[in-house]
């Protein structure tokens, strides 16, 4: 998010972008159409506002014709404001177009390629910590001290954008949200500034890589751009919740690792002089000073301070309970009461991170065994003074000191899951994001600790310039990377970092009970030493591992020039770095190539084996009776070695992995190849779709008698036909909102109550509302009124209500979306060109829209309509589809006005003559049919849809 020790350790330039920008609100209804709105946190659309892309590629008298041209266009238009020009990644515009008829007149524009509504992105969450960390054990762990002192590197020369909530590139200020046109300004001002690498801690959960952002970031990489993504703080959303921004191919998303060291403070008390208490507080030095004690009490019990004291605490330290008010509740009664500081103990086993804003106090926190085990020795002495205990002497540390954390590189909890929603590996690999001392508003005290894969990717941001700063110096040249030679850096980072094992089970760690006090012995002791015994840390979490940035330099390097300080280990590289094996129908039977290139000067000798991962399930993606009576169970009908807080069940369950060598000699200067036949768990019940993972190692053997640290290829799978998941959450899910609901998700507000003769007028709240939950992402999600009756198989699509593209799982928060139809359809006159269509422009059907070479960005043509969500053209319906004219509704005038029809919306350039414009229909019966293509579904077949048709509603207008 902000800048990491790693990032303010290179010498970079810093700019500031302060633009006069349009911010947007989220958009629940369209006044001119129904709208398939995403609620907040997911990928919300900003009303009446647009990306429009021209034809030509950036630069150039094409491209500069074509921005005239737009010029020209909207020079008399009232309704419309020009937001961001591009010019560099993308070439087009961003505007507000208020008017439909004046957005239609824009997209009838033959320069435009591709129209798409701008998002409204919120700054991610950061989880607030009362535990200070080391800030050079971070750096001890990435392996950036070492890169320091053998390799002398420090970053210098080479320019690192920041684009963040407060940075080099500021897209949003402390509060608030922002926009895709806003970071699309950042990226373009940060190339033009020629930065090398750029880090990007913002985005959304979504798992589609498809949309400005991440197209842009693919042209700053042809540019000679290395980019870094947060993987985002979503652990709740369960797994396929990916950044958005961070899924693209072009990008590194950063996954966030738990800090090995912490800085904790201490105290002692006059009952027990030589016993150190540990105390955690976002104050440094925090409390320096020998100082009366007291605890709360309430009955027999700690006491947790909700009402105002009356005992004398004026210049104490009260201990106070967690629970029954807010901490800054607690904090405002001690400090009406006079006290010097307050400590907080956690009511429950565990971590507890504190704030008490807007209260200024210096306080601290006490783990739970600790507070309840002082506390009875405190009540010990016999009554207090009204509501507090007697007091003792309290002697705190002067200032804090390091201990080390006993779940130091392992997996932070909050760090979001992949695999994404095409099933590639996301995140690529992580870095240190918890308890991270780093800059902060001047204004709320210039550092603060935080946690959250923000304070990773900073982490990555600097790797990769210290990484170009090793190129440049071993190649001599400083001219911009091409991208071929940026994704053979990603890749060299990828398969030198080192996959992390599981926290005691998933438990999450109390570092005030757990920590160890630092010695002479254990001062410089290793994560890796730290991390040991457990399971091996799913990829869908973790990605390639914690970045090894010593060896990725040297690794990178080596193809060009083996470093004095190289080993084997260094001198490697295996290609490809991951191997992404789609689900069990799209899974190749053949065995995976792997080939070691050996850039030493002698041939070595490696040693081939296999790491198996923990597998993960959601349950949350499969259906929801077989959800509900497993759940009501107690069981999935297999062994599990756990569930964590989120709900994702774990299984310590490997793939079956077949190398057909234990080891393969490979040549100097040369490479070999060897066949891995990978095969997912038969433990692991088809019907469950169990992610599953693990990672081939490639160990050089001994080298000047010292053991070689091994590459690591990652794979991961899942198990099972994601076809077979539904989209929509069942059975009684979808519906029209205003019957009884059945849903377990909540209708949000403006529902007729208790209506239940389906007859509408169309007058204020007295309109059909569709209701349905996402349970999983879908590419395609389409709403149409078709004819009444009970005929699910023959009936006549009278037209659509609207589309979306790449919807991501909302079922997470148990979000519920809703259409409000206003009566409008798109018109079609009945030609093939404007009848509904299946198929967007633009698409793959699977398995090559599955198949993602690294480095390849996939490019979705999509167009927009007027309400502002996502829509595209379809394969014709002839065979059940009516000419609109027949049932009485007119085309729109404007068809007739202009010799090209009516503007194109949704539509290819190619059917520039077809309509889309919403139209009325009459009074009368009509149905709903919602369909969304299915996980890995071919937008050609009809049972590749998850399909949702309404009972019959009646549209009756007073005026007829």
Request: one cysteine or more; glycine letters at 8%; hydrophobic letters at 40%.
């Amino acid at each position: 998010m902000l800048h990491s020790p790693t990032s303010r350790m290179i010498r970079h330039v810093t700019q500031t972008i302060l633009a006069a920008v349009i911010l947007c609100s989220w958009m629940f209804q369209s006044p001119v159409q129904a709208v398939m709105n995403i609620p907040p946190n997911h990928l919300n659309v900003c009303p009446d506002a647009y990306l429009f892309e021209f034809k030509s590629a950036p630069g150039g008298i094409e491209a500069a014709n074509e921005r005239r041209q737009f010029e020209a266009a909207i020079s008399g238009m009232k309704s419309v404001t020009v937001r961001q020009s591009f010019a560099v990644l993308l070439n087009g515009v961003s505007a507000q177009v208020s008017d439909e008829q004046e957005l239609g007149q824009l997209m009838a524009l033959d320069i435009l390629k591709m129209v798409t509504p701008l998002t409204v992105v919120s700054p991610p969450d950061q989880v607030a910590s009362t535990v200070n960390a080391m800030v050079s054990s971070a750096q001890n762990m990435t392996g950036v001290t070492r890169v320091q002192q053998e390799l002398g590197l420090t970053g210098k020369g080479v320019r690192v954008g920041i684009i963040a909530i407060l940075g080099a590139y500021r897209v949003v200020g402390c509060n608030g949200s922002t926009n895709d046109d806003i970071i699309l300004a950042a990226l373009e001002r940060a190339v033009e500034d020629k930065m090398d690498v750029i880090n990007l801690s913002i985005g959304e959960p979504n798992g589609w890589p498809l949309n400005p952002v991440t197209r842009a970031i693919g042209a700053a990489k042809r540019s000679g751009v290395m980019v870094a993504v947060s993987q985002g703080n979503e652990n709740t959303q369960g797994l396929f919740s990916v950044n958005y921004i961070g899924d693209s191919a072009s990008a590194l998303s950063v996954a966030s690792f738990i800090n090995t060291k912490t800085l904790l403070s201490y105290f002692t008390t006059s009952l027990e002089p030589d016993r150190r208490i540990l105390y955690s507080t976002p104050s440094i030095p925090g409390m320096r000073l020998s100082i009366p004690l007291v605890a709360a009490v309430k009955g027999t019990e700690l006491g947790n301070a909700c009402v105002p004291f009356t005992a004398d605490i004026k210049g104490k330290v009260v201990m106070v309970l967690r629970g029954g008010c807010l901490f800054a509740d607690k904090a405002k009664n001690a400090l009406n009461g006079g006290a010097a500081g307050i400590i907080f103990v956690n009511s429950v086993q565990g971590s507890l991170s504190v704030t008490i804003d807007p209260v200024k106090f210096d306080f601290g926190v006490l783990s739970n065994t600790e507070g309840l085990a002082l506390f009875e020795k405190l009540s010990a002495q016999g009554p207090g003074s009204m509501n507090v205990t007697k007091e003792v002497t309290a002697s705190f540390s002067d200032g804090p000191e390091p201990f080390l954390n006993p779940a130091g590189g392992s997996s932070s909890s909050f760090s979001s899951y992949g695999l994404d929603n095409e099933l590639h590996i996301k995140p690529d690999l992580g870095a240190p994001g918890e308890n991270i001392y780093s800059t902060w508003p001047t204004r709320n005290g210039s550092y603060t600790t935080l946690s959250g894969t923000s304070m990773a990717s900073p982490h990555v941001a600097g790797a990769l310039a210290l990484a170009l700063q090793h190129w440049r110096a071993v190649t001599g040249k400083v001219s911009p990377l091409t991208g071929k030679q940026i994704q053979s850096m990603y890749n060299a980072f990828r398969i030198t970092s080192t996959p992390t094992s599981v926290y005691k089970n998933h438990e999450e760690v109390d570092v005030l009970k757990e920590a160890t006090t630092l010695s002479s012995n254990n001062e410089a002791t290793s994560w890796k030493t730290i991390n040991t015994g457990g399971t091996v840390t799913s990829i869908a979490k973790q990605g390639a591992g914690m970045i090894d940035v010593y060896r990725g330099i040297l690794t990178m390097a080596s193809s060009v020039k083996t470093s004095a300080v190289s080993s084997p280990a260094t001198q490697t590289i295996v290609l490809p770095p991951t191997i992404e094996l789609n689900d069990t129908e799209f899974a190749t039977l053949k065995p995976y190539r792997l080939t070691i290139y050996n850039n030493g000067p002698e041939a070595v000798t490696y040693q081939l084996g296999h790491i198996p991962a923990e597998a993960l399930h959601d349950p949350s993606i499969e259906p929801k009776d077989i959800r509900i009576q497993e759940l009501a169970a107690g069981t999935y009908n297999v062994s599990m070695s756990g569930k964590d807080k989120d709900g994702v069940v774990f299984r310590s369950v490997g793939a079956d992995v077949n190398i057909p060598t234990s080891t393969i000699t490979v040549p100097a200067k040369g490479k070999r190849a060897v066949a891995v036949q990978i095969t997912a768990p038969s433990a692991l019940p088809v019907e469950q779709h169990w992610i599953y993972s693990g990672y081939i190692s490639i160990t050089p053997m001994t080298y000047n008698s010292q053991p070689q640290e091994a590459i690591y290829v990652s794979y991961a799978g899942v198990k099972g036909r994601m076809r077979d998941l539904t989209i929509f959450l069942r059975p009684t899910d979808p519906e029209i909102a205003n019957t009884p609901a059945k849903s377990l998700c909540q209708v949000l507000g403006g529902v007729v109550e208790n209506k239940t003769d389906y007859v509408y007028s169309l007058v204020d709240k007295d309109v059909p509302i569709v209701t349905f939950c996402v349970q999983n992402p879908t590419r395609y999600l389409m709403l149409d009124v078709i004819s009444p009756g009970t005929d699910e198989v023959n009936y006549e699509v009278i037209g659509r209500v609207g589309s979306n593209e790449f919807v991501p799982r909302l079922m997470a928060e148990s979000i519920v979306t809703t259409v409000k139809w206003n009566g409008k359809i798109e018109y079609s006159d009945g030609s093939e060109e404007s009848m509904p269509r299946d198929e967007p422009s633009g698409h793959r059907s699977p398995p090559e829209a599955i198949r993602r070479e690294p480095g390849m960005d996939l490019i979705y043509g999509m167009r927009a309509v007027p309400d502002g969500h996502y829509n595209v053209p379809y394969k014709s319906e002839q065979s059940r589809t009516t000419k609109l004219a027949e049932r009485g509704i007119e085309a729109p005038t404007t068809a007739k006005e202009t010799a090209r029809g009516t503007p194109t919306v949704g539509l290819p350039r190619a059917n520039a003559a077809a309509n889309a414009v919403p139209v009325p229909v009459p009074n009368g019966a009509y149905r709903f049919r919602l369909r969304a293509l299915k996980f890995m579904g071919s937008y050609e077949k009809k049972e590749d849809y998850d399909v949702w048709i309404s009972p019959t509603f009646v549209i009756s207008r007073k005026d007829g």
